[in-house]
């Protein structure tokens, strides 16, 4: 059973930086996407990589977020730069165990393996 774990979030200042982690059991580099949500509001796919390495980010991170893997290969990371008040919300990594990512992806709960969340909260 595929499972993820994300961590990393808190609270940051607009401008500063954190970086999330989504651990995942049973990876062998298939397609892993991050998806942010916030009340009232649809999740948004932020990120994906699949198992070529391209990256693919929604137009208001690019530049700003960077999605990759650590080592040992089981855990990605998002690692957000230049936070805004606007990057608020509960973050969730999910995966199909597809190789290839779908860009956009679909709606998260269209994966069947997701995780609890994580929180980010980013003040003015």
């Known amino acids: 059973q595929v499972q993820l774990v994300e961590s990393g979030g808190g609270s940051g200042q607009a401008g500063g930086s954190l970086r999330l982690s989504c651990a995942v059991s049973?990876?062998?580099?298939?397609?892993i996407v991050w998806f942010r949500q916030t009340p009232g509001k649809e999740p948004e796919g932020v990120a994906a990589?699949?198992?070529?390495?391209?990256?693919y980010y929604v137009d208001s991170v690019k530049g700003r977020f960077t999605i990759s893997r650590g080592i040992p290969k089981n855990t990605l990371y998002l690692q957000m730069n230049t936070l805004k008040p606007e990057d608020t919300a509960m973050y969730y990594c999910?995966?199909?165990?597809?190789?290839?990512?779908?860009?956009?992806?679909?709606?998260?709960?269209?994966?069947?393996?997701r995780g609890q969340g994580t929180q980010v909260t980013v003040s003015s």
């Open positions: 049973l990876y062998t580099g298939y397609c």
């Open positions: 999910a995966t199909d165990r597809r190789w290839d990512c779908e860009w956009p992806p679909r709606e998260l709960y269209a994966y069947p393996y």
């Open positions: 990589l699949g198992g070529a390495g391209r990256p």
